[in-house]
């Protein structure tokens, strides 16, 4: 059920009958509104009641005389802009602004004042008939009557242009008074402040700056131009913050950037003798930073700065890498690139803001010219050799830490990675071996930032190698518990049982032996053969080391530290005084390469001469004959002998080493090219080529040649087939 309720209330309704008003009522109150809108002009308002007027405007508009009344106020208040115009006009030189000022702020008030009369109207009659409001209007007029006037506009633009190159040119001018009139052009709406002001002004800054550029280019060196530069870009922030439409800041330093950086980039980036390059090797941060944030603003500016520092760093780096002087020594050579590096961080971090874009750039400019030199794998390694033998003796762990990763960086842009790891074993071996790593820790944590950085993979025989010596620790305590009554007066014997596989041990022709070492080495034969089933011992005579005691004329005594081969030449002296180099090499039968260095390092090293030789001179002939050195002296009693050597390999050793890294990578493609096939079943040449570079190019760049020759290997042992009717296509057998 719905129930109406009965709505009851007052109607008000229009009189019936109309108004009689006095036919000279809309003239006459008009006359009392114009002759107050005069006073207003006139600055004689004080006198005038408000109230009154607002009843009269209110009434007029009430009785349908709007039109009257708008008309009126348009013809009033032009006749007193056309007064104020010729005032204005009239002004002479700096008081023109001045003039226009104080005519716009009394413009306003009264403006103001007359709004406030005319409110209802404004209210009511301005909506309804669609014209503009009494503020609009007052602005409108200003604009078309003032502003716009034939003797103001042009005078009104290049004044106010004057002004600010004034400003330019280093006088102080009147920022308050330039602020109020531009104010006054944004007020009167934008086209007007950016058709009176903010065009004009951008075309006579562009022909400005255009013309400091050309100027500043031919007289000052690139740090100089950038300083200049960088000033003018900033005064020109703080005119817009201080007195002009914020809308106009990028617009106005687009012209200064354009004017002053985008025409002239590339003259000063490579600008002689002060361009980039300049700053580069002279560490100007300062410098390189005020260019960085310079060309970051214009177009294609950063790209030009790291093109240069890039074709710089590769230049440089080329003269570094293939320099015969700066290869002689490994160790200085990769202390130079750590310097480069560094270097250029520290530009990168200080002036380029650390851009990751500049730094990518760094990185595959290091990887290509690292990579020019094929030795750079083994000396980075030699590198660490020498900082973890020696370099690193007394250093924090924190700084150890540091030196390790830059060893790891430069590890990362090498492309050949197994290379560098056939060398750091051999190296590593040594240090185990002869016992002179720095410390364990700073050894088992770069094998552990190698894991990180390529897997257990490339590491795993590392560790094995640190696994041996522990296990020959073990192995000594338990050879001389049960053999140690047999060994009392017999030399006392060190052995480290390397497994094969772990080691880079060679195939090396053993030497003969003194018989007092051999007697003992053949007991921990027995001993270890004992204790262990299925294994076979291969002495390495070639890398171990000995202590032996030695006594010089007038009962001088010392202890030299040597190789094996080295001792086993010494020993030799014990039953001679005399003997040729063909004596020595027979009774020895140590190989001629090893043996001749063996006899340099004895007899030719100053402070180590154990041995003399006839004819003296450096090196090693087959026609010398050999002393024991009576007259030794040292005033050390324990004396390290070592070998003569290059730190670097010989070409021949060389050679060699790579022959290993290439027959190591064989198996790699081929399980690389196995693995791709198997998930793909079917695939052309190029695309499998493709692929296997992918999958290996964090150990090695593969030959595209090799490849082919491992695909056809696999086709030859039935891994793969060519396609019958496509012969670039290959097709896994299961």
């Not at 103001?112 to 008939?129: E, F, G």
């Not at 980036?269 to 214009?298: Q, W």
């Not at 921990?524 to 030695?550: E, P």
């Amino acid at each position: 059920m719905s129930s109406q309720k009965k709505r009851s209330g007052i109607q008000i309704e229009a009189f019936k009958h109309r108004v009689v008003v006095d036919p000279k009522y809309a003239e006459k109150t008009w006359k009392v509104l114009e002759h107050a809108i005069h006073e207003i002009y006139n600055r004689n308002a004080s006198g005038l009641s408000f109230e009154e007027l607002y009843r009269n405007a209110y009434n007029m508009v009430l009785h349908k005389f709007g039109d009257k009344l708008y008309a009126g106020l348009v013809s009033t208040m032009t006749l007193h802009l056309k007064e104020i115009a010729a005032s204005v006009e009239a002004s002479q030189g700096s008081l023109f602004l001045e003039e226009l000022n104080k005519k716009w702020m009394e413009h306003n008030k009264a403006l103001q004042m007359i709004r406030d009369i005319l409110m209802y109207m404004d209210r009511t009659y301005i909506p309804s008939t669609h014209k503009t409001p009494v503020h609009e209007l007052g602005l409108n007029l200003w604009r078309d009557n003032i502003i716009h006037s034939s003797n103001i506009q042009t005078r009104l633009k290049d004044t106010l242009q004057e002004i600010v190159q004034k400003e330019r040119g280093g006088e102080v001018i009147n920022r308050g008074l330039m602020r109020n009139i531009v104010k006054m052009l944004m007020d009167l709406g934008p086209s007007v402040y950016q058709h009176d002001f903010e065009k004009p002004f951008l075309d006579v800054s562009a022909n400005f700056y255009r013309g400091e550029s050309q100027q500043y280019i031919e007289c000052c060196d690139c740090g100089d131009y950038l300083k200049k530069a960088e000033k003018r870009l900033n005064e020109e922030i703080e005119r817009v913050s201080q007195y002009l439409d914020a809308k106009s800041e990028v617009k106005i330093t687009n012209v200064v950037e354009k004017e002053m950086i985008q025409s002239q980039m590339n003259r000063l980036a490579h600008m002689e003798n002060s361009g980039l390059v300049n700053m580069i090797v002279d560490d100007k941060y300062e410098d390189m930073g005020r260019m960085y944030n310079l060309f970051r603003r214009v177009p294609n500016g950063l790209t030009l700065i790291k093109d240069v520092m890039t074709s710089h760093i590769r230049e440089t780096g080329k003269q570094l890498v293939t320099d015969p002087e700066k290869l002689k020594d490994p160790v200085d050579f990769v202390q130079r690139l750590l310097d480069e590096k560094d270097k250029h961080d520290k530009i990168i971090n200080l002036a380029f803001n650390n851009d990751k874009t500049f730094q990518n750039a760094l990185n595959s400019s290091f990887e290509y010219f690292i990579n020019l030199n094929t030795r750079s794998p083994e000396f980075i390694s030699l590198f660490v050799d020498d900082k973890l033998r020696k370099g690193l003796k007394g250093v924090s762990e924190e700084d150890v830490e540091i030196v390790l990763d830059k060893v790891m960086m430069l590890f990362r842009y090498l492309q050949e990675k197994d290379v560098f790891e056939k060398y750091y074993k051999q190296h590593l071996a040594k240090r185990l071996l002869s016992g002179k790593s720095v410390s364990e820790d700073a050894e088992r944590s770069l094998i552990l930032k190698l894991k990180t950085e390529c897997g257990y993979q490339f590491t795993s025989k590392l560790e094995g190698m640190f696994t041996d010596m522990k296990t020959s620790e073990d192995t000594m305590k338990g050879f001389y518990e049960a053999m140690g009554h047999l060994l009392a007066d017999g030399p006392t014997l060190s052995v480290h049982v390397l497994t094969t596989g772990s080691w880079p041990t060679q195939s090396t022709t053993t030497c003969n032996l003194p018989p007092e070492i051999l007697s003992v080495c053949d007991k921990f034969k027995k001993y270890y053969l004992g204790t262990h089933n299925g294994r076979r011992l291969t002495w390495q005579t070639n890398m171990g080391s000995a202590d032996i005691k030695a006594t010089f004329s007038k009962g001088v005594k010392h202890e030299l530290n040597v190789s094996t081969y080295q001792m086993c030449v010494l020993m030799q002296f014990n039953d001679a005084d005399r003997l040729s180099y063909r004596e020595i090499e027979q009774a020895v039968e140590i190989p001629r390469v090893e043996l001749k260095r063996c006899l340099q390092s004895l007899a030719c090293a100053k402070g180590k001469n154990v041995l003399r030789k006839e004819p003296m001179s450096k090196d090693i002939s087959e026609n010398d004959v050999f002393f024991f050195n009576e007259k030794f002296s040292s005033k050390f009693y324990k004396v390290k002998i070592g070998m003569v050597a290059a730190q670097k390999e010989s070409e021949p050793e060389k050679q060699e080493t790579r022959q290993r890294v290439e027959e190591d990578r064989k198996p790699q493609i081929e399980a690389a090219i196995v693995r791709i096939m198997k998930a793909r079943r079917v695939l052309d040449h190029n695309n499998i080529v493709a692929e296997v570079t992918k999958q290996l190019q964090s150990r090695f760049m593969p030959n595209p040649i090799v490849i082919k020759k491992r695909i056809e290997s696999l086709i030859e042992r039935e891994f793969l087939e060519r396609d019958k009717e496509d012969r670039k296509l290959y097709r896994y057998l299961a």
